[in-house]
């Protein structure tokens, strides 16, 4: 089954084929050095570049006074050399004359301290003179730039919410007061939203309210979830301003904003409905031998947020980063394997931070294309192969990936879920927990989409919910509809215990999903610190529980599948499942280790017919993503380890020489079994399959492990 997607965007990267690029930094070379770049750029294949993300001092030196003769021969050069622009609007940070004009556009943190300028992002969201200036040089850049024959897409800003994505600052309160009002129009409506009958808070006038700042105690949270989503909204309010100015001068041009994979203090479902293209930012720790299972969640992340269509990777380290503890290089071959997983989950290009590598500043140590020893670098050669073995790729380009099951990733749950105060534990990290279910899909063999609490959730067979902290009942609604079709549903603990304004549903947990689920949740039960519990399926199976656990009662007709062994709750229901329509819901109430994750998944998975690695076999340094254009399946078969694996493959994807698939990357045809060496990769197109195909380890690399 594949997941039905949406009409494509009418707004479209204007390139040709897959991207294969970086952040080009050319205020800080000389014109020689430019005109050296954009010959080694085409040596290495390189197809686009994202300029002039920090370059708005070097084009505005004094109010009103633009210099952008640099940048026109910076443009033309490229250009010439074949290479086109991911535009930026150079908006990502204020010039210093700007911040110095006006000191009340700095950012305050929660402590109210007004925060200094020094490094980029040096501005309040809510500010008036940064939005009226932002507004200002977008234009510029536009009606300057806008007929350039070498621009293929617009940048705008870089990164939101990196450093500054909430500010405590008075232009800040003005606005979040302004939007209060715009969401309740009432104070009496707040007044009863917040419930502020508790601790003496009612408010007589908007006037009243202030920001979350550091308090005499713990701030009411719904004050804290309505100022996590003011946030959100204020720097998308900031990303639609720039929208606004350039579709109204260039109205055929796409326009994008990079985006930070899993990133908290976004809503990325609102930035994303706005924008024509998702981009992202990706930096997997290299020394962490499991980081693309992660990956792989952000991945299916960036797809998921414009319903699966073709995303890009923006950015990636074509080596070490500069900003971790320790900065572990990339190994041979590992830039490759980590550019082709991106492709693999749909982004249509592989693109770097950054081209040539900074001999000062504060990214002089971060990696780039081209490394400080230039030609001879290492970077630089890997980079020069890759992009020869890129356009081998070519017809994957616009292609949809294929998945049967979904993770839903709800903003609000995440930010309800981590209030700083008067929650169960703080130690129940949303994130934790969705990457968590996440990694024991990956390690059963399925690639994950993502989608909302509200669907679609059409052409999915199995959609889990790690966790749903707040639900309404048009969620409710569309998991509920989901499962009476046949679908397949799993919910994880402290799910469905508010509703949108932070008051807990009527009868408490799981509230609108009670009937869905079968299940009550009388109290939260969470685990202390450096202490496990035990579960015990209806198999025999035991398995360790820790960080958090609830007593739930199970209604009549609701199976248990698993109990609590030990404790004040043993005996107790743990994991249960209930029919419902033509399928069933799963509640798993529990932090469970690992192991009894994949146990209740591929129960649910074989009710539905797909297969699952086995657990004595499972290697997760294989995976296989296919995407897809309705007739040819191009199927990644990855080895994201130093070990060299050997994978058995359909019988669907081989046969004779006349229907036999091929590996894109090598030109030939393929067998009964694949062997990867560490890093290695395999491209295979073939005749598209009823369902993706599901590849193994041999039966002799299954029994090694």
Same mark, same amino acid.
């Not at 979040?176 to 009612?202: D, H, K, M, S």
């Not at 989608?451 to 969620?475: C, I, S, W």
């Not at 109990?563 to 005996?571: I, Q, R």
């Given at each position: 089954?594949?997941?039905?997607?949406?009409?494509?965007?009418?707004?479209?990267?204007?390139?040709?084929?897959?991207?294969?690029?970086?952040?080009?930094?050319?205020?800080?070379?000389?014109?020689e050095t430019?005109?050296e770049?954009?010959?080694?750029m085409?040596?290495?294949?390189?197809?686009?570049?994202?300029?002039?993300?920090f370059?708005?001092?070097?084009?505005?030196?004094?109010?009103?006074?633009?210099d952008?003769?640099?940048?026109?021969?910076?443009?033309?050069?490229?250009?010439?050399?074949?290479?086109?622009?991911?535009?930026?609007?150079?908006?990502?940070t204020?010039?210093?004359?700007?911040v110095?004009?006006?000191?009340?556009?700095?950012?305050h943190?929660v402590?109210g301290?007004?925060?200094?300028?020094g490094?980029?992002?040096?501005?309040?969201?809510?500010?008036?003179?940064?939005?009226?200036?932002?507004?200002?040089?977008?234009r510029?850049?536009?009606?300057?730039?806008?007929?350039?024959?070498?621009?293929?897409?617009?940048?705008?800003?870089?990164?939101?919410?990196d450093?500054?994505s909430r500010?405590?600052?008075?232009?800040?309160?003005?606005?979040?007061?302004?939007?209060?009002?715009a969401?309740?129009?009432?104070?009496?409506a707040l007044?009863?939203a917040?419930?502020t009958?508790?601790w003496?808070q009612?408010?007589?006038?908007?006037a009243?309210?202030e920001?979350?700042?550091?308090?005499?105690?713990?701030?009411?949270?719904?004050?804290?979830l309505d100022?996590?989503?003011?946030?959100s909204d204020?720097?998308?309010?900031?990303f639609?301003?720039?929208?606004?100015v350039l579709?109204?001068v260039?109205p055929?041009?796409?326009v994008t904003t990079?985006?930070?994979?899993?990133?908290r203090?976004?809503?990325?479902?609102?930035f994303?409905a706005?924008?024509?293209?998702?981009?992202?930012?990706?930096?997997?720790?290299?020394?962490?031998?499991?980081a693309?299972v992660?990956?792989?969640?952000?991945?299916?992340l960036?797809?998921?947020?414009?319903?699966?269509?073709?995303?890009l990777?923006?950015?990636?380290?074509?080596?070490?980063?500069?900003w971790?503890?320790?900065n572990?290089?990339?190994?041979?071959?590992?830039?490759?394997?980590?550019?082709?997983?991106?492709?693999?989950?749909?982004?249509?290009?592989?693109?770097?931070?950054?081209?040539?590598?900074?001999?000062?500043?504060?990214?002089?140590?971060h990696?780039?294309?081209l490394g400080?020893?230039?030609?001879?670098?290492?970077s630089?050669q890997e980079t020069?192969?890759?992009?020869a073995?890129?356009?081998?790729?070519?017809?994957?380009?616009?292609?949809?990936v294929r998945?049967?099951v979904?993770?839903?990733?709800?903003?609000?749950?995440?930010?309800?879920?981590?209030?700083?105060?008067?929650?169960?534990?703080q130690?129940?990290?949303?994130?934790?927990?969705a990457?968590?279910?996440?990694?024991a899909?990956?390690?059963?063999?399925?690639?994950?989409?993502?989608?909302?609490?509200?669907g679609?959730?059409?052409?999915?067979?199995l959609?889990?919910v790690?966790?749903?902290?707040?639900?309404?009942?048009?969620?409710?609604?569309?998991?509920?509809?989901?499962?009476?079709?046949g679908?397949?549903?799993?919910?994880g603990?402290?799910?469905?215990?508010?509703?949108?304004?932070?008051k807990?549903?009527?009868?408490g947990a799981?509230?609108?999903l009670?009937?869905?689920?079968?299940?009550?949740v009388?109290?939260?039960?969470?685990?202390?610190?450096?202490?496990?519990?035990?579960?015990?399926l209806?198999?025999g199976?035991?398995y360790?529980?820790?960080?958090?656990?609830?007593w739930?009662?199970?209604?009549?007709?609701?199976?248990?599948?698993a109990?609590?062994? +030990?404790?004040?709750l %043993? @005996? #107790?229901?743990?994991? $249960?499942?209930r &029919?419902h =329509?033509?399928g069933?819901a799963?509640?798993?109430?529990?932090?469970?280790e690992s192991?009894?994750?994949?146990?209740?998944?591929?129960?649910?998975?074989?009710?539905?017919?797909q297969?699952?690695?086995?657990a004595?076999g499972?290697?997760?340094?294989l995976?296989?993503?296919t995407?897809?254009?309705?007739?040819?399946?191009f199927?990644?078969?990855?080895?994201?380890?130093?070990?060299?694996?050997?994978v058995?493959l359909?019988?669907?994807?081989?046969? +004779?020489?006349?229907? %036999? @698939? #091929?590996?894109?990357? $090598?030109?030939e &045809?393929? =067998?009964?079994?694949l062997t990867?060496?560490?890093?290695?990769?395999?491209?295979?197109?073939?005749?598209?399959?009823?369902?993706a195909?599901f590849?193994?380890?041999?039966?002799?690399?299954?029994?090694?492990?």
């Amino acid at each position: 089954m594949t997941n039905a997607q949406p009409a494509g965007s009418p707004r479209a990267i204007k390139l040709s084929a897959l991207a294969y690029g970086g952040d080009y930094n050319p205020d800080q070379w000389s014109e020689e050095t430019w005109i050296e770049d954009a010959r080694l750029m085409k040596e290495a294949g390189v197809n686009i570049v994202s300029l002039p993300v920090f370059s708005w001092p070097q084009l505005e030196r004094t109010p009103g006074e633009f210099d952008f003769g640099w940048l026109d021969r910076v443009l033309d050069i490229l250009w010439d050399a074949g290479i086109a622009i991911d535009l930026a609007t150079a908006t990502a940070t204020p010039p210093a004359w700007l911040v110095r004009a006006h000191p009340e556009m700095l950012p305050h943190n929660v402590d109210g301290q007004q925060l200094e300028f020094g490094s980029r992002q040096a501005y309040c969201p809510s500010s008036p003179v940064w939005k009226s200036n932002v507004a200002r040089m977008t234009r510029v850049m536009a009606e300057r730039y806008g007929s350039h024959p070498g621009l293929a897409l617009w940048h705008i800003s870089n990164e939101y919410g990196d450093h500054i994505s909430r500010c405590w600052c008075p232009a800040s309160a003005a606005h979040f007061r302004q939007w209060l009002e715009a969401r309740y129009g009432t104070i009496e409506a707040l007044n009863e939203a917040w419930g502020t009958t508790v601790w003496g808070q009612r408010y007589n006038d908007f006037a009243h309210i202030e920001p979350p700042r550091t308090a005499s105690g713990p701030i009411n949270p719904t004050q804290q979830l309505d100022f996590e989503r003011f946030s959100s909204d204020a720097l998308l309010e900031l990303f639609q301003l720039e929208i606004d100015v350039l579709r109204e001068v260039t109205p055929d041009i796409a326009v994008t904003t990079n985006f930070m994979s899993l990133l908290r203090d976004l809503n990325y479902w609102d930035f994303a409905a706005v924008e024509d293209l998702v981009t992202d930012d990706a930096y997997p720790d290299p020394a962490d031998d499991t980081a693309h299972v992660g990956a792989a969640l952000n991945y299916s992340l960036m797809r998921g947020l414009k319903g699966g269509q073709p995303w890009l990777l923006l950015e990636q380290a074509p080596s070490a980063v500069s900003w971790r503890d320790i900065n572990v290089p990339k190994a041979p071959g590992q830039m490759r394997i980590m550019s082709l997983h991106a492709i693999a989950h749909g982004s249509d290009g592989a693109m770097f931070f950054q081209w040539r590598q900074a001999k000062f500043g504060t990214e002089k140590f971060h990696s780039a294309m081209l490394g400080h020893r230039g030609e001879a670098s290492r970077s630089f050669q890997e980079t020069k192969a890759f992009g020869a073995e890129l356009k081998s790729l070519e017809p994957v380009r616009g292609t949809r990936v294929r998945a049967s099951v979904a993770l839903v990733v709800d903003w609000d749950s995440w930010w309800g879920s981590s209030a700083p105060d008067s929650l169960p534990s703080q130690r129940l990290k949303w994130a934790e927990q969705a990457r968590a279910w996440n990694a024991a899909l990956f390690a059963l063999g399925h690639t994950v989409d993502v989608v909302k609490a509200t669907g679609p959730f059409d052409g999915y067979e199995l959609v889990v919910v790690p966790n749903l902290y707040m639900v309404d009942q048009a969620q409710a609604d569309a998991l509920s509809a989901f499962v009476e079709r046949g679908g397949r549903l799993l919910v994880g603990p402290f799910s469905g215990v508010v509703d949108p304004t932070e008051k807990v549903h009527a009868g408490g947990a799981p509230g609108p999903l009670r009937e869905l689920l079968g299940v009550e949740v009388d109290e939260h039960w969470p685990i202390p610190d450096a202490e496990h519990g035990t579960i015990t399926l209806a198999t025999g199976a035991s398995y360790q529980t820790s960080i958090f656990s609830e007593w739930i009662d199970a209604a009549s007709g609701t199976e248990v599948l698993a109990s609590y062994a +030990d404790g004040e709750l %043993a @005996g #107790r229901p743990a994991i $249960t499942r209930r &029919a419902h =329509g033509a399928g069933a819901a799963w509640y798993v109430s529990a932090v469970v280790e690992s192991a009894a994750l994949e146990a209740v998944l591929r129960d649910a998975l074989s009710e539905i017919g797909q297969p699952s690695r086995s657990a004595s076999g499972r290697h997760n340094d294989l995976e296989v993503v296919t995407r897809s254009d309705g007739e040819t399946d191009f199927t990644f078969v990855l080895n994201h380890g130093r070990d060299t694996i050997t994978v058995e493959l359909p019988a669907q994807m081989h046969g +004779d020489l006349a229907t %036999a @698939g #091929r590996d894109l990357l $090598t030109g030939e &045809a393929v =067998g009964s079994s694949l062997t990867l060496p560490r890093f290695g990769a395999a491209v295979i197109a073939h005749p598209s399959l009823d369902e993706a195909p599901f590849i193994t380890l041999t039966a002799s690399a299954e029994a090694s492990h």
